[in-house]
């Protein structure tokens, strides 16, 4: 194996890693809405106990009640059947890219014998 095979394969097993990063944030990122999606349908399950972040005296009435839901306007931010499409098509476009990236990096590997 020359020097600009170990690159290349190199390089591609770096393309791997990058994507895999990319994914992990796509898929954080659909965590965090799937957070505040479980927030909200708890809150509309006992609206009584919903309470609005507009100030900090409702961040301090909540504190002592576990009951309490807090919502802020950041929970709903990305909350659209537009956002919420247009990340899953990202996640999806993203898993494929990985997977193609790792085929071509094992078939680097295979063609120059590297475990």
Do not use: C, W
Not at 8 to 36: C, H, I, P, T, W
Not at 80 to 99: G, K, M
């Amino acid at each position: 194996m020359t020097n600009e095979d170990a690159q290349l394969v190199g390089k591609a097993m770096g393309d791997v890693a990058e994507g895999r990063q990319q994914l992990a944030v796509l898929k954080a990122k659909a965590a965090n809405l799937s957070e505040s999606l479980d927030k909200i349908s708890r809150g509309l399950a006992a609206p009584e106990n919903i309470r609005f972040l507009d100030s900090g005296v409702q961040m301090a009435q909540a504190r002592g009640n576990p009951g309490i839901v807090l919502l802020h306007q950041s929970d709903f931010k990305e909350l659209s059947y537009e956002s919420i499409r247009q990340l899953v098509e990202e996640i999806q476009r993203e898993e494929r890219r990985v997977r193609a990236l790792e085929q071509r990096a094992n078939e680097l590997k295979t063609a120059f014998h590297i475990s």
